[in-house]
């Protein structure tokens, strides 16, 4: 018997060593928070990889240019999330002013990067985070879709600030 299967009634489960490395994100936590139902869904796809950035789109045979409308590398949603100069810029503000660690990736953003954090705060900074990631994704899709030119940094935070309002 392997060590990377646990017997469950005679059913064989795989854990992959994924798990232990990145525990899962508990979606409860997420319901739970007070914004918008379309925001929790668009994290609920985030965290599972599945929001249609131009990498996604190319491997559904999409065609079409898939360099990042700020930074012209490859848009994936690691790197519109995270790694593009524009987020980390945000990242960096947002931050700088909270005393937080940035995270590290959108794994460690779902899983433990706020594990040293007590319950209270964590779900008002989950409800910070949910505010600038939806300001990214609408300042996207606003270059892309209605073609307006690449959206400053102040765009989105400020943009970001309008959804806490909730």
């Known amino acids: 018997m392997e060590s990377n299967h646990i017997w469950v009634i005679f059913s064989p489960i795989f854990i992959s060593p994924y798990y ?18 379309k925001i929790k869904n668009f994290l609920l796809f985030l965290q599972k990889g599945v929001i249609l950035t131009k ?34 810029t945000i990242w ?25 954090q007590n319950k209270r705060m964590r779900s008002l900074i989950w409800v910070g985070v949910a505010a600038i990631c939806w300001a990214i994704w609408l300042c996207r899709n606003d270059v892309i879709f209605n073609e ?12 970001g600030a309008f959804w806490l309002r909730f």
């Open 20 to 37: 232990y490395t990145h525990p899962p994100f508990h979606h409860k936590k997420l319901w739970k928070l007070k914004i918008p139902l």
């Open 55 to 88: 990498d996604n789109l190319a491997r559904r045979n999409c065609k079409g240019n898939q360099k990042c409308i700020c930074c012209n590398m490859n848009e994936a949603i690691q790197h519109l999330f995270i790694d593009c100069p524009l987020t980390k």
């Open 92 to 116: 960096g503000i947002i931050f700088f002013a909270t005393n937080l660690t940035q995270p590290r990736s959108i794994n460690h953003m779902f899983g433990t990067w706020l594990r040293n």
């Open 148 to 159: 307006l030119k690449t959206n400053s940094i102040m765009q989105v935070i400020c943009r």
